[in-house]
């Protein structure tokens, strides 16, 4: 079973920044956060992972609390082409070592 | 990254009858993945094709149904047998762990195969 929590649906106006709120309360010292998004029609993305440091890359930031129960990924101007599910996972790897499990994810639409 | 060819993109079959999906890699690769994305759910690991030997399964997946191949680092087949319409679902190869070796790696994952049977 997945051990994370999100909302099941979001929207968002384009532009705004898009904030994906996650819990992983049971989340263990070595698991990692990654988040992968699946546009419609299409394989998931890989977006960004952290341990315990917040984490900024191109496409998306990762805020992760100080004790590491929960974590945001933000996209900060959110466009049309970012309507898609976003999953949030925990683990000792990002998928590349071992195979993934995946929740029911969040549908993020945003709005024109 | 890597570059993940899935054939066929789509099929339509007869029940009973079986099908082969093949992913191919434009890079060698050490680990290879198969998944299920049922209709409106979310994906489920299918099985780890592992290069060499046979296939891992996850719980409630077994070979007889999925039989897996990985002949060698870039490529990887699943097929689905004996098909009844609740094998209809959208089925991913995924790839990691680049030849480097490095454990802590993303996933990359192919387009799909949506596959629905009548």
């Known amino acids: 079973d997945a051990k994370t929590t999100q909302p099941p649906s979001m929207d968002c106006a384009e532009g705004r920044a898009a904030n994906l709120p996650c819990n992983h309360s049971?989340?263990?010292?070595?698991?990692?956060v990654y988040w992968y998004r699946q546009i419609h029609s299409q394989g998931p993305q890989y977006i960004i992972h952290?341990?315990?440091n917040n984490e900024t890359n191109e496409m998306a930031s990762l805020i992760i609390t100080e004790d590491r129960k929960s974590s945001t990924l933000i996209l900060p101007h959110a466009t049309l082409r970012d309507t898609a599910v976003y999953y949030c996972?925990?683990?000792?790897?990002?998928?590349?070592?071992?195979?993934?499990?995946f929740g029911k994810g969040t549908h993020l639409i945003i709005q024109p | 990254s890597a570059v993940i060819s899935q054939k066929p993109s789509r099929d339509i079959c007869q029940r009973g009858t079986s099908l082969t999906i093949q992913c191919q890699v434009d890079?060698?690769?050490?680990?290879m993945f198969w998944y299920r994305q049922q209709p409106g759910q979310s994906l489920t690991l299918i099985a780890t094709?592992?290069?060499?030997?046979?296939?891992?399964?996850e719980s409630g997946f077994v070979i007889d149904k999925f039989p897996i191949s990985r002949p060698n680092l870039t490529f990887s087949t699943l097929t689905v047998s004996n098909m009844s319409p609740e094998d209809s679902s959208i089925y991913l190869c995924?790839?990691?762990?680049?030849?480097?070796?490095?454990?802590?790696?993303?996933?990359?994952f192919g387009q799909g195969t949506r596959l629905t049977v009548v």
């Open positions: 995924s790839v990691g762990s680049l030849y480097t070796g490095i454990k802590n790696t993303e996933a990359f």
């Open positions: 049971t989340i263990s010292g070595n698991e990692y």
């Open positions: 952290g341990l315990k």
């Open positions: 996972i925990v683990g000792y790897s990002g998928g590349g070592a071992d195979g993934l499990t």
């Open positions: 890079s060698q690769v050490t680990m």
């Open positions: 094709a592992n290069q060499g030997s046979e296939a891992t399964y």
